[in-house]
């Protein structure tokens, strides 16, 4: 849904603003401390990976694939494929996927190649792994990269998610209409919210999932300016538990388009809120099962907000990751990565990326900032 609004309100501006307003203002205090550089070109990251314009200037291109994560406040993983992106060359080499784990001092921990495999993927998992997915299969992996548990679901899930607390595996499963959520070591089944529940969860046609909770937005009619509700499910079991009980949060003054972007923990909903008219901007709020709401600092006209990327520990510092969006879903002319301080309500760092495959993440104790772009991993210390 969001993306369907941004198209129905940017889309006229959006090429004009590229040449205009294309970075994020500038910070006016500087973090502390000077930034750890690493440069991933003596690691075998292919030249062109981050270029902005890939995807319309290649004349071949190579499956590219990059990530960014933490493990825990001392291990970052990153991963690449090795592979030139744009080459005259045939597409039928093999393409190799290389993960290496770093320390906060840019030492290499572990390092380890793979065969790119079809529908494979990599992400975070709780007890600071790192999960190896390929359809319904999963590997888990130490902060060394070592092989320490094997699981599958029943049948590979229709979408898997990362939650920013990491503490269990939500995916959406194969029909559509049962979120499940797991635990890991070993790969269990925690609790199931299922979508077939009232006429009001079934109007809801995209959900954002926490830890054991799903967030969406409740539509009255096909308008996005009727989206004034925000609904949070909760699995049935769980409702006696002081967070296990599910909430709402809604507006009724004037038309407005309310979305959920992440939750930073069960009773704590970053929603971005935008008024009908054609100079209002995106805003973004944190609220509360109680009512109450945190109105966050603004982001830049033509900016939104596409995902949490790292909650500190106290959850009052957070990381998002900011798009702009051209006129299609796959058309991003920019990235931007922001942490932002929701008691002093500011921004504490800001970074503009590659529109491609640049990635960002806030350390779980938010003393650190990581951006992989330009071929380097930097490490950003935080005030």
Known sequence: MRAARRRTIWSALIVLLSFIAFPLRSLSQSAPGKPLEIKLAPYGIPRGL???NRPFTCLHAHPAWAKLFWLDSGHVFVA???????TFGSGSDPVILRAIVFDTAGNKIASHDWPLAENMSFFPAPDHTVVIRQGNKLQFLDNRLEVTEVGQFEEAPKHLWVTPA???IPLLTRDGVTFEFYTADPLKLLSTISLDQSSEIKSVLQWIPGDERIAGSRCLDKSVYSCNKIIVVTPDANFIRPDGAPWSYEETEKPVALSPVGFLDPTHLVISRLYKGFFHGEELLVVTPSGAR????????????RDIIGVARDGARFALELDRQGMCDECILAKAFVVIDSDAKKFIFERTGSAYFSGGELSPDGKRMAILDDNKLILYPLP
Not at 80 to 86: D, H, I
């Open 166 to 168: 990491r503490r269990t």
């Open 50 to 52: 981050f270029a902005s």
């Open 294 to 305: 945190i109105q966050l600092p603004k982001i830049d006209f033509g900016f939104d907000p």
């Open 80 to 86: 690449f494929t090795t592979n030139p992106p744009c």
